[in-house]
């Protein structure tokens, strides 16, 4: 069972920045995929950016060149840079990990953070 805790969620004006933090109880290299995704009030959960095992980042439209998706090895940490925030950014952000294990995707959530954007 993989462990996932989010912060750094908040509000913030505008144009403004934010980075959320997710910290996972197991070793990246255990794991198969990180991502972030969000889910704004009436809406589908949506995915922003995965990181797949050293083969790459993926990005949605929306997000490109305004988010990074990052991690901390040392710290067993996952990281999502959030820069010129726009009021359709508000959501809660879930931290997302897998796992393949005897054929098996084995999926953990985090409990979401809240990121408001408004003046």
């Known amino acids: 069972q993989v462990q996932l805790v989010e912060s750094g969620g908040g509000l913030v004006q505008p144009g403004g920045s934010l980075r959320l933090s997710c910290e996972v109880s197991?070793?990246?290299?255990?794991?198969?995929?990180m991502a972030w995704y969000r889910q704004a009030p009436g809406k589908e959960r949506e995915l922003v950016a995965k990181d797949i095992a050293g083969r790459g980042t993926t990005y949605a439209e929306f997000v490109k060149g305004r988010f990074a998706i990052s991690t901390d090895t040392t710290k067993n940490v996952l990281l999502l840079q959030m820069n010129s925030l726009e009021p359709d950014d508000t959501a809660v952000y879930y931290c997302?990990?897998?796992?393949?294990?005897?054929?098996?995707?084995?999926?953990?959530w985090g409990q979401g953070t809240q990121v408001t954007v408004s003046s």
């Open positions: 197991a070793s990246f290299f255990s794991l198969n995929a």
């Open positions: 997302y990990v897998d796992q393949l294990y005897l054929g098996r995707q084995l999926t953990y």
